[in-house]
């Protein structure tokens, strides 16, 4: 069974420029969960999708958005990219319904210069 | 709200040792998950072991074991047996149920000396 897949692995931006880092879900798992991971940050919420519907948000701004797909996969957005922005992205999924814990992917490592 | 704290930010372990990773939390709700995750440096988080708030056993998975101290608000994680492959990262987290948005500690970087 493929576990969560997330693309691209590496992202290089300019500042202003807007992201789209993309995440496909475990078979079967409805929920998708965003997470920024900064340098000495530990892992901040960002954003939780479960069947189409943005169900959750973390303390981050508006240009951080994203949606979910009837196929379940999500796409990350972040616009008016800034330094700050600089960070591993990890995305993970879950089966609400089974209440399975999340299983995560690899991450999207994002670059602004 | 959930908060997780970390306060080691290091540890070493001679191979074949034991060692125990610490974790605090606080939070207001009365049903509620803790979790243990590995980060290698491939960078993906692995779940090594999780925790019903509301069952008083402690849960163990192999080499791991969690020390769950529900009225200190504990919950240390640990590794028997250390082995050279369990070198990593590990985050303690929380989260109000097995599948929702979880709260993580800064995490803890452990070696392990051969």
């Known amino acids: 069974e493929a576990g969560v897949t997330q693309s691209p692995t590496h992202l290089i931006k300019t500042r202003g420029q807007q992201a789209t880092l993309r995440c496909s879900p475990i078979?079967?798992?409805?929920?998708v969960y965003w997470y920024q991971q900064a340098l000495g940050l530990g892992l901040q919420f960002l954003l939780w999708?479960?069947?189409?519907?943005?169900?959750n948000r973390g303390n981050f701004p508006p240009r951080f958005s994203g949606r979910q797909f009837p196929n379940y996969s999500s796409e990350l957005n972040v616009n008016a990219l800034e330094l700050e922005d600089s960070a591993l992205y990890l995305c993970a999924s879950s089966n609400r319904v089974m209440n399975t814990e999340a299983f995560f992917g690899q991450g999207t490592r994002l670059t602004v210069v | 709200a959930q908060t997780v704290t970390q306060s080691q930010p290091e540890m070493s372990v001679q191979e074949a040792e034991t060692v125990t990773l610490s974790c605090t939390y606080d939070t207001s709700e009365s049903d509620y998950y803790l979790f243990w995750y590995k980060q290698p440096p491939s960078r993906q988080m692995i779940l090594v072991i999780r925790?019903?708030?509301?069952?008083?056993q402690n849960a163990t998975e192999n080499r791991f074991s969690v020390n769950f101290q529900k009225a200190a608000k504990s919950f240390s994680l640990k590794i028997s047996d250390s082995q050279l492959g369990d070198a990593a990262m590990y985050f303690c987290a929380s989260g109000t149920g097995a599948n929702s948005k979880l709260t993580f500690g800064k995490g803890i970087t452990l070696s392990v000396r051969p």
């Open positions: 078979s079967g798992h409805t929920s």
């Open positions: 925790q019903e708030a509301y069952k008083q």
């Open positions: 999708y479960d069947e189409g519907e943005e169900r």
